[in-house]
């Protein structure tokens, strides 16, 4: 008896490039047993008349990050069944997401559009691109100008991703060596990845350290060496994993906040205050994190622009930050003079 096959493993970026698609082709809208049974992403997933309820959540959270994009995603009530929300038809209104007409691009700032999506050819967007630039050329915008040059070729994600998301695939244990923040060296982790999910811009590995017998979430790009795949399987028990690791994130994220105090009109109050919420006399921001250590690290490199008022933590984190620059400085200058 032959074994079915497995769903395949959709990119996060696909997913939600092909709904935003979708949405874009359809007049009336789509519900959301359609969009869940047709969009690439989910339909490899869904369960015709079976539990879809992860599926679902899914596209929720999918629906708040598009709209977080800026897209105008809306929601249509059917007048036969007010208030029923399986009924709900979702839809992007035609011309809401269209250039605005008196947006004319360049033949130079056509080229640079057309090379930027070709940076990506090799990478995990390749698919996305294709798409992209069929979208641009639907909009009328077409180039005739050949590209000169070359393109450079970046990746999508840290490097940890790919092996990371084999394993995921395989249901692998899989070893790397981990740099924990305030810590010196390494050490070698022995994981069994259950989810990998992508929070505040980074990505993070969920799994179960073999080490200590528990879950924990490590953030990629904190690993410092090749993740190597090992022969060993395991059986995930549970489900829905990349949910309860999100949950997680959110709740560290909404648990930890610091109050910074920003120079008037410098490039730190230009950019914290975008992230943060403006409290006192509107020269301070108060910003979440789910990192201590990133953000002092982000907030050192800003010197004299930044004070931090709160938490002690953090404070104390930014200023060793800043004497080691200090230190680093008076090492050179004091070998320049011996020398």
Not at 33 to 44: D, K, P
Not at 87 to 99: E, F, H, Q, T, V
Not at 175 to 196: H, N
Request: hydrophobic share 40%.
């Amino acid at each position: 008896m032959a074994t079915p096959s497995k769903p395949e493993r959709i990119p996060v970026e696909e997913r939600l490039f092909s709904l935003v698609l979708a949405l874009l082709a359809t007049e009336g809208g789509l519900t959301k047993n359609e969009i869940l049974s047709t969009v690439q992403g989910y339909r490899q997933r869904f369960q015709l008349g079976g539990d879809n309820s992860s599926l679902e959540r899914q596209f929720e959270r999918d629906k708040d990050d598009i709209r977080d994009l800026g897209v105008p995603l809306e929601t249509v009530e059917s007048p036969l069944e007010p208030g029923n929300n399986q009924s709900l038809r979702y839809l992007i209104p035609k011309g809401s997401y269209d250039l605005p007409q008196d947006i004319v691009f360049s033949a130079k700032e056509i080229t640079l559009l057309t090379l930027a999506a070709t940076v990506w050819r090799e990478g995990s967007l390749s698919g996305e691109t294709r798409r992209a630039l069929m979208k641009l050329r639907s909009l009328g915008v077409e180039s005739n100008e050949a590209i000169i040059g070359y393109a450079p070729k970046l990746s999508a994600r840290e490097s940890a991703f790919e092996p990371l998301n084999i394993a995921l695939e395989r249901k692998a244990i899989v070893t790397f060596s981990y740099l924990k923040p305030g810590e010196r060296a390494s050490r070698q982790r022995r994981v069994a990845p259950l989810a990998l999910v992508q929070h505040q811009g980074r990505w993070h590995l969920h799994g179960i350290d073999q080490g200590a017998d528990a879950p924990r979430t490590f953030l990629l790009s904190r690993i410092v060496d090749a993740v190597r795949i090992t022969p060993r399987t395991f059986e995930p028990q549970g489900t829905d994993f990349a949910a309860r690791a999100l949950d997680e994130l959110d709740a560290i994220w909404n648990a930890n906040v610091a109050v910074v105090e920003l120079a008037p009109g410098s490039d730190a109050s230009v950019r914290l205050a975008r992230r943060g919420e403006a409290i006192d006399d509107g020269s301070s921001v108060l910003l979440h994190y789910t990192d201590l250590n990133i953000l002092a690290d982000e907030l050192a490199g800003y010197g004299p622009e930044v004070l931090v008022r709160s938490p002690d933590a953090l404070r104390d984190a930014v200023r060793q930050r800043l004497l080691a620059v200090v230190a680093a400085h008076e090492d050179r200058q004091e070998a320049r003079e011996d020398g």
